[in-house]
Every structure is written in structure tokens, then in C-alpha cells.
């Protein structure tokens, strides 16, 4: 595979992939590089036999800044950490502080000071995050918020990240990327055979969970990379972060080096858009490697 300049200064990446239980999106994060894994549900224990990764429990808060702050002999040899999931990490930044607080629980103080207090709680947490210098990949759960606020027309239901809206706010202003994958689902009319009425029921497709990148009104999303609308996740959870890596990787050369690295299509890329560059320089790497396989 030819080196590959890259032109821009590398700098980590920072992001979020939720979706709903059983999608797929810790088998996603624990395929990116030189993963180290915070965990503080338990839940990851058990990819260990099908991914190479590092792997640290944490039960409390105390123990998140001991594992950020690069208290463990595995710490300086990551490339990228991963907390899988930060629902959970939210609830610890809540149990803290009603401890520390002596709160019955985080609406105690009223008017919305605890989620203030546990928002600027997780504002330095991202802050310790980014000065680590590595990548960073936060796995959440997703929620339906039944009534999205719509000033331009009718109100309607979306999914979105399952945090509290001012760590939400934070997360998005903070992450590079933030993804949503879901599966496939087929719409279709059936009819009851009790009633003889007709109803809309949704149906999964069978196909494998797709990964959404940019925001439409069924979801939050966003990414600086041109990345295509849809991403496949497939089987193969290595290949699949490998695509997204490369609009990663493609995001750090400039124009030139893209049209270096997509040298049989010379013909027209130079006619071609940067989102355009983008993308025909992924689909080259991605067949480049399926080459070599």
C-alpha cells in the first residue's frame, strides 16, 4: 500500500456513535486504533476474544479521572480511548455530586441547578479528554423525543442522544463527528385481522444497521469529513470504521494529495468538488485494500 502524506497537522479525533441497544455501536468503537476502553457497565468483557483492545473497569468518578489522567501502565501506548457508554458516566457525574451534595437525587436543589452543576461537571471531563491528545470515541444509547420542537412547521418525533439536553448541547459542540446507526426499517400497511383496520407498522428489513452522518428530521448527526449520508456497518466491524477512517485520514491532505492518491481517475478529478475529491479517494483506499485481502 503506497504511504500516504499527509499534508495537514494530524489531529486527534473526538466523536459520538449512539443508536438503540443490540445496533452495534461497541463493536464499531472497539475496531478503531490502538483502542483503550473505559467501561463503566461491565459490558465489554465480552468482545474481548473477538477484538484486540485494552480494558480498564471503572465503578465510580474517581476512577474516570484516574484512567483519563494516564494512571495505568496501558495508558500512554493507546492510540484511541473509548467510553462505552457515557449514559452511565453521566450517572456517575449525578451520584458524585448528590453525595457530595447531600442531595436525594439530581433535581433536589431546584430550578435546574443539578443538571447545571453535572454540566459543567462533564465540560471538564471533555476538557481532560482532549488534553489526553489521543482520539476519543464516546458510545451512547438513543432516545425518541416524541415532540420535537419544529418553529418552521408541525412538531414531530426524532431520535436522539440519551443525556440529559445540556450535556446533549455539550457533547455535539465538542465531538468532530457524531453518528447514529440504526437498522434498516420497511414501512408497510397490514391489516388487523380481528378489526379489518388498517395501521402502519415498521418492520426491520434484515439488511445489516446502516451508521447516519448527517442530520435529517429522524435524527441528530454531523460529521467534518464529507462523508457520505450513509455508511454500511456490515459484518465486519474492523472494515467498517477502516471506511470512515479513511474520510478521517482524507480530511488531513489537501486538495493536491487527494488527487495524488486517485491518480486513474486523473482524467476528471480535477473538475471535482472537495466532498467529491473525498469520497472517490475512500471508495480507491477501500478497493486498494480489498485487493490485498
Known amino acids: 500500500m503506497p504511504i500516504i ?8 479525533f473526538r466523536g459520538l456513535m449512539y443508536g438503540e441497544q443490540g445496533v452495534g455501536k ?25 477484538a484486540d483492545f485494552e480494558l480498564y473497569r471503572i465503578t465510580s468518578l474517581s476512577e474516570l479521572h484516574e484512567a483519563i ?5 496501558e495508558f500512554d501506548g493507546a492510540e484511541t480511548l473509548v467510553l462505552d457508554e457515557f449514559g452511565a458516566i453521566e450517572q456517575m457525574v449525578w451520584t458524585d455530586l448528590c453525595q457530595k451534595n447531600n442531595w436525594h437525587n439530581i433535581k433536589s436543589p431546584g430550578w435546574g441547578d443539578g443538571y447545571d452543576a453535572a454540566a459543567e461537571v462533564v465540560r471538564n471531563i ?21 415532540k420535537r ?18 450535556v446533549r448541547q455539550l457533547v455535539w459542540s465538542w465531538s468532530d463527528f457524531q453518528l447514529f446507526m440504526r437498522h434498516p426499517v420497511v414501512v408497510a400497511e397490514v391489516k388487523d385481522p380481528k378489526t379489518g383496520n388498517v395501521k402502519t407498522v415498521g418492520m426491520e428489513s434484515g439488511a445489516t444497521p446502516i451508521i447516519c452522518t448527517t442530520t435529517a428530521p429522524g435524527y441528530a448527526a454531523k460529521n467534518r469529513y464529507h462523508c457520505r449520508t450513509e455508511l ?26 487527494l488527487r495524488a492518491q486517485v491518480e486513474h481517475h486523473k482524467a476528471f478529478s480535477t473538475q471535482l468538488r472537495e466532498d467529491q475529491l ?16
Do not use: C
Open 5 to 12: 502524506k499527509e499534508t495537514k497537522q494530524k489531529i486527534p
Open 26 to 50: 461497541s463493536r464499531w468503537a472497539l475496531a478503531a486504533p490502538g483502542v483503550l476502553a473505559i467501561d463503566p457497565t461491565g459490558g465489554l468483557e465480552q468482545y474481548k476474544k473477538r
Open 69 to 73: 489522567g494516564g494512571g495505568y501502565p
Open 126 to 146: 471533555l476538557a481532560a479528554l482532549e488534553q489526553t491528545g489521543k482520539n476519543v470515541i464516546l458510545t451512547a444509547h438513543a432516545t425518541v423525543d416524541k
Open 149 to 166: 420542537d419544529n418553529p418552521l412547521g408541525q412538531d414531530y418525533a426524532r431520535f436522539d442522544i440519551a443525556l440529559h439536553k445540556h
Open 232 to 257: 454500511p456497518r456490515g459484518n465486519e466491524p474492523n472494515k467498517s470504521f477502516a471506511e470512515f477512517g479513511h474520510y478521517i485520514a482524507a480530511s488531513r491532505l489537501d486538495m493536491d494529495e
Open 278 to 293: 473525498t469520497q472517490l479517494y475512500v471508495h480507491t483506499q477501500m478497493e486498494k485494500e480489498s485487493n490485498h485481502e
